[in-house]
């Protein structure tokens, strides 16, 4: 099972979801695919690093000498990755989303396939719960070929993914092939209107999702009679509480502190569980 | 003209609340610009009248024809996205670079243009702001936010406007990337947090590699003394100055709820921001 935890807005408590829930339901994979700004190890301190590698992506090499500046490379290339001169030929290495048609439409054959870092890949080991997350390099635009390189890796009955925030290209590499995603927001008007969004990126993709309410206490009840309007289930509500705050920004997980989440986390599986039967 | 972006490595760190209260503070001066296509939410307090709507074309996406398709999975196997299966496109995965065309055996699969969103110029309280919303679950918002900026830098100099100001998205990715470059000064959200600690380390690296020159401001730092320490010391290592420092106060969200920037409130909030500003137009 695969369940992915997701939000339109930022900050509203995606790592925190996760991590707390891998914490608390025994053998687990939790993937961090917020490769630009990955936070979900930061919480396991006692983690035991397993091993680390590069994510590569395939860039074209130009053979300068078989090249005769036709140009026919930089006219097909659809991200203006190319720039052909009189006397070489220049790539753009950042824009290059490694699509290869370059080298298919060299007449000359001068284009071979070359590669190219873009960040890195981190496995690490905590108790039961196994780590994964991509690191994007600082420079770095396109995180969705480190995404998939993330998401390849992992194994096991019950994988976990915590997405980027936002409703873009990285949030639908890391959602895609979920079973259920668990959307987290604040009981905000900004809360509200970027789930919103998520919730018809995820409809869109036909997979199961409901809503954990972050924060509550503070705010509108727009977030409930916007759920209950569009039936979504809340399958859990954390409260503001000043305890939970101080405790996530040292980077402890709150439900070992405060144990009596354990259980509700457990719970949320279990209705997460239900909710794909 | 100045282009100032507020940005953040980490979500949720206030930039929007931020460029809420800095567009009333520079009413007149600036032309506002939404660079969070995927998240938009400034227009939640600004409440623009849109007066010109564009449409966005993102990338092209590839169609199969049924009737022309002899299934002989050649454009599955080239295409590097693993967009095609089952001799259907799924336009989700496919990024347009049209790969498929040039395999398929019977000239089966065309490109089209789709519309992948919208870019506003509108009218609010404090003067234009240009703003867009990508269909969800669309790609290319960096190409979305280099429209937002061409549309905002059109307006700023039709009204003669000496600063554009940006709220940009969080993470260090391609939208990120497309709202920082060219600009004068970044303004860095950030909260002291071990994850806003971190993500804020990183983003600054973003800021250097790109040559934009930023100032930090720490957001709710009262929440946790020792953390906004470590945010100070980062700070000082690294050469770069901080703007201010918000308290944390429950009286935000009300604001938020209230359709009301923070400067539109009595509040120590309202005054930190005020001093944020005048550091940021000395900076300019």
């Not at chain 1, 919103?196 to 993709?205: D, H, K, L, N």
Request: proline share 5%; aromatic share 6%.
């Amino acid at each position: 099972m695969i369940i992915s935890v997701a939000s339109g807005k930022g900050g509203t408590g995606k790592t925190l979801v996760a991590t707390n829930l891998a914490a608390s339901i025994g053998e687990v994979t939790l993937l961090d695919c917020d490769v630009e700004e990955p936070n979900s190890y930061l919480f396991f301190p006692d983690r035991e690093e397993e091993a680390s590698f590069d994510c590569n992506v395939m860039i074209p090499t130009i053979d300068e000498d078989k090249c005769t500046r036709c140009g026919r490379c930089s006219e097909f290339c659809a991200y203006n990755a190319l720039a052909v001169f009189p006397q070489h030929v220049l790539l753009f290495k950042e824009l290059c989303h490694g699509c290869g048609g370059c080298g298919l439409v060299c007449p000359e054959g001068a284009i071979s396939d070359g590669t190219r870092t873009i960040g890195k890949i981190f496995r690490a080991r905590s108790g039961d719960v196994r780590l994964l997350w991509g690191e994007l390099n600082l420079g770095e635009p396109m995180a969705t070929p480190l995404i998939r390189s993330v998401k390849a890796e992992a194994k096991g009955d019950l994988v976990l993914i915590d997405s980027p925030p936002g409703t873009a290209c990285p949030v639908i590499e890391a959602v895609r092939g979920s079973d259920f995603c668990l959307l987290v927001t604040e009981p905000t008007p900004f809360g509200l209107y970027d789930l919103s969004i998520a919730v018809q990126v995820v409809r869109g993709m036909k997979i199961p999702c409901g809503v954990v309410v972050n924060r509550t206490g503070v705010g509108d009840r727009g977030v409930h009679d916007y759920c209950e309007r569009e039936d979504i289930p809340i399958l859990l509500e954390i409260p503001m509480k000043r305890e939970i705050a101080v405790l996530y920004s040292r980077g402890v997980l709150f439900s070992r502190e405060m144990t009596e989440w354990q259980g509700r986390f457990c719970d949320l599986l279990a209705r997460i569980e239900e909710e794909i039967r | 003209m100045k282009q100032l972006v507020v940005i953040s490595g980490k979500g949720g760190t206030g930039k929007t609340t931020m460029t809420a209260a800095l567009a009333c503070l520079a009413r007149g001066v600036a032309v506002v610009a939404d660079c969070d296509v995927d998240a938009p939410d400034l227009h939640l307090l600004l409440k623009p009248e849109i007066r010109e709507t564009h449409d966005f074309f993102g990338l092209q996406t590839a169609r199969i024809d049924p009737a022309r398709c002899i299934e002989c999975g050649e454009c599955e196997k080239a295409c590097r996205f693993d967009a095609i299966r089952d001799f259907r496109v799924d336009p989700r995965s496919c990024e347009g670079c049209k790969v498929c065309t040039l395999v398929c055996p019977n000239e089966a699969i065309s490109m089209v243009d789709s519309v992948s969103g919208h870019a506003y110029v509108s009218e609010t309280r404090f003067g234009t702001m240009v703003h867009a919303d990508l269909f969800p679950g669309e790609e290319a918002s960096g190409k979305l936010v280099t429209m937002v900026r061409e549309l905002a830098f059109k307006v700023a100099e039709r009204e003669r406007k000496d600063l554009i100001l940006i709220d940009g998205s969080p993470g260090i990715g391609c939208p990120v990337i497309a709202s920082l470059t060219g600009t004068d000064l970044a303004l860095v959200m950030t909260e002291p947090s071990i994850s806003g600690v971190h993500d804020l380390a990183r983003i600054l690296g973003v800021t250097e590699h790109f040559g934009i020159e930023p100032l930090v401001c720490v957001n709710k730092y009262d929440l946790s003394p020792e953390m906004t320490e470590e945010i100070e010391g980062l700070c000082r290592d690294l050469g770069v100055d901080i703007a201010g420092k918000l308290p944390f106060d429950p009286a935000v969200v009300e604001a938020m709820i209230s359709e009301k920037t923070l400067v539109e409130v009595e509040g120590p909030v309202g005054r930190a921001i005020r001093s944020v500003w005048e550091k940021v137009r000395g900076r300019l």
